[in-house]
Nanobody
Framework: HVQLVESGGGSVQAGESLRLSCAGT?????????VGWFRQTPGQEREGVAS???????NYADSVKGRFTISKDGKKNTLYLQMDNLKPEDTATYYC??????????????????WGQGTQVTVS
């Protein structure tokens, strides 16, 4: 049974930082083909924020490049999203996702089979 559990969300002021964590059970985040973070606001589609492809490395949305950093700790089986210089437009529910099947890309929600429950980030 695969479970992804996010933590680290909260309310911050613009310019501040947060680090989101995603602990995995039942799946190895170190060897998964795709691991990533998405975000969603009410009435909007879920959008990709950052991802790591097993072969091709990291990918970021243009809106977060230079401010967000995705990483993973294989020993802790945990995925992270370090978010610096947060902006009000970063306000959303953030979801971690993973998939152990071969994927050519890790860009869209359809590339991921397992999802966390989400954690709220509010920037004012």
């Amino acid at each position: 049974h695969v479970q992804l559990v996010e933590s680290g969300g909260g309310s911050v002021q613009a310019g501040e930082s947060l680090r989101l964590s995603c602990a995995g059970t039942g799946i190895s985040l170190r060897s998964a083909f795709c691991v990533g973070w998405f975000r969603q606001t009410p009435g909007q589609e879920r959008e990709g924020v950052a991802s790591i492809h097993y072969n091709y490395g990291t990918n970021y949305a243009d809106s977060v490049k230079g401010r967000f950093t995705i990483s993973k700790d294989g020993k802790k089986n945990t995925l992270y999203l370090q978010m610096d210089n947060l902006k009000p437009e970063d306000t959303a529910t953030y979801y971690c996702a993973a998939d152990h099947n071969f994927r050519a890309y890790c860009y869209t929600p359809s590339d991921f089979g397992f999802w966390g429950q989400g954690t709220q980030v509010t920037v004012s």
